[in-house]
């Protein structure tokens, strides 16, 4: 009997050490600074992402293609080319959305929403969301090959939308790799994972023109 | 306002009645396959965008419609036998009962149109058909909603290959469309 209980509390202690517990103080601090670290070194960033929503009502899901371009301070474009040709582009003072058939053009000088949404999309793209701790309450994971950092929200506006936001960050370059987005009422949620993931290369300025 | 531009594409809807044709918009596809479609609801001085996927199936039609961050606004399921729809799930900036109401019959309105199902006449929309598209209009209130198919990506390529062939340039990029124009 006693051989027994051992054995099961072997197997339990086994199980329960399977699943990353969170990091706690100094820990999470030296990897919040790790990532920061990355993230301020990165002048520029482009590359390609493939977005699956998983929509629980309908029992499938819907995969996106697009490519993904931010230059230091604040300037992003976000576009989708797959299936559905979407282009978001941030560039300081001015956020232009389109389609094939709508054009805008959104001054977040009187618009601080938009600017809100493009400064947590570039602060969640470069990592620097988890020093941001008005937006966010973060809990950091380290997971074998990666750092995983989740992101619950505190403000009104993304309390609705989200349940929560979940990073994954490569352990080898302290990059970005893979986004989680939990929504909230339901089990629907948003992947994103980042490839062919260029650093400080050169972008071409007409990529954040914001047309006229 | 900070809502529609939180969601960066969202449903505001209004109905009213007034006569329409019936016509048979019907689409052929597999029993219970699941289609995507975009979408825009035009409402003059604002627009919405986004992409509606449905299931259909014999007895029901579910769908969801989501901007194209993949951010839900609502999710529905019609009842062919009943002929009713039932909101499942809402954004919560949608989430109040006027609101509520008039999305509710104006997506049965859109559904009927879509799949071709025919109860009678519908008061209150224009319907525009042509190639891919299908275009309801609320008459009073000036409110449309246009639906296209999403082209899959191998038909994209193969539309590309016979530009290239051709020797005509493929579908231009949106922004340089404009910076064309300038």
């Known amino acids: 009997m006693k051989k027994i209980l051992v054995f099961i509390l072997l197997i339990a202690t086994g199980i329960v050490a399977s699943y990353a517990a969170p990091l706690t103080g100094k820990q999470k601090e030296a990897v919040v600074a790790k990532i920061n670290k990355t993230a301020a070194a990165m002048k520029s960033m482009s590359c390609q992402f493939t977005q699956t929503k998983t929509v629980s009502l309908l029992k499938n899901t819907m995969v996106s293609k697009g490519t993904m371009q931010y230059q230091q301070p604040d300037k992003l474009r976000w576009e989708y080319t797959s299936p559905y040709k979407y282009l978001f582009i941030f560039n300081g003072t001015k956020v232009y959305v389109a389609n094939k058939s709508k054009k805008d053009v959104i001054d977040t000088q009187t618009n601080k929403m938009f600017k809100e949404i493009a400064r947590i999309m570039m602060s969640t793209v470069t990592g620097k969301a988890l020093s941001n701790a008005a937006d966010f309450d973060v809990v950091v994971t380290d997971n074998k090959t990666t750092y995983n950092v989740m992101l619950t929200p505190k403000k009104k506006e993304l309390k609705q939308m989200f349940q929560k936001v979940e990073l994954i960050f490569s352990k080898s370059n302290s990059m970005i790799s893979e986004i989680n987005i939990f929504e909230k009422k339901n089990n629907d949620k948003t992947n994103i994972k980042f490839s062919n993931i260029s650093i400080n290369g050169k972008i071409n300025e007409s990529s954040f023109a914001i047309p006229k | ?182």
């Open chain 2, 1 to 182: 306002m900070r809502a529609l531009l939180l969601f960066l594409s969202s449903l505001a809807v209004w109905t009213l009645h007034a006569e329409i044709p019936t016509v048979s918009t019907a689409t052929v596809e597999a029993p219970d396959s699941v289609e995507q479609r975009e979408f825009v609801v035009d409402m003059g001085k604002a627009h919405l965008t986004g992409i509606m996927l449905t299931r259909v199936t014999d007895d029901e039609i579910t769908g969801s419609l989501m901007n194209e961050f993949g951010i839900s606004a609502v999710s529905f399921i019609y009842n062919r036998k009943k002929d009713k729809l039932q909101l499942v799930e809402v954004a919560p900036f949608l989430n109040k009962w006027y609101i509520k109401n008039v999305l509710r019959n104006d997506l049965k309105h859109c559904i009927h149109n879509l799949y071709g199902i025919d109860c009678g006449k519908e008061k209150g929309y224009i319907l525009e058909l042509s190639e891919n598209l299908v275009k309801l209009t609320n008459r009073k209130r000036n409110i449309s909603y246009t639906f296209t198919p999403l082209q899959q990506e191998e038909e994209l390529m193969e539309q590309k290959e016979e530009f290239v062939h051709h020797g005509e340039e493929p579908a231009e990029d949106i922004q340089n469309e404009d910076e064309t124009k300038e």
